[in-house]
């Protein structure tokens, strides 16, 4: 499995239009070939509730780069979430553990 990270740093005072947002870009992604799982968690710090982090995990990385972010969903993806970005989020993929505890 492949693990899709990308900190998310979203324009203050827009939290809860991001997460109204986020939940109607969801199934977007889901129905995606290759998905296999997706998380967003927002950050506990002070000074960064406007920090969330979404971890996708993908059968590939093609899945991801080559599959859902040229599908027809992608474009419905980007019109729902990418406004909300300051500044757009580094996208990083990840592979299997090296270590785990």
């Known amino acids: ?21 986020f939940a109607q870009a969801r199934p977007l992604i889901s129905v995606q070939p290759g998905f296999r799982s997706l998380e967003l ?3 506990l710090d002070e000074g960064r509730r406007s920090r969330f982090l979404l971890q996708v ?11 859902f972010r040229r599908s027809a969903e992608y474009g419905r ?5 990418h406004r909300f970005y300051a500044p ?7 592979g299997e553990p090296v270590l785990r505890g």
């Open 1 to 21: 499995m492949i693990l899709e990270s990308a900190l998310l740093d979203v324009r203050p005072g827009q939290e809860e239009a991001f997460l109204t947002a």
């Open 41 to 43: 968690r927002r950050c």
């Open 57 to 67: 995990g993908w059968e590939t990385l093609e899945d991801h780069t080559e599959g």
């Open 77 to 81: 993806w980007r019109e729902l979430l």
């Open 88 to 94: 757009f989020p580094e996208v990083e993929h990840y």
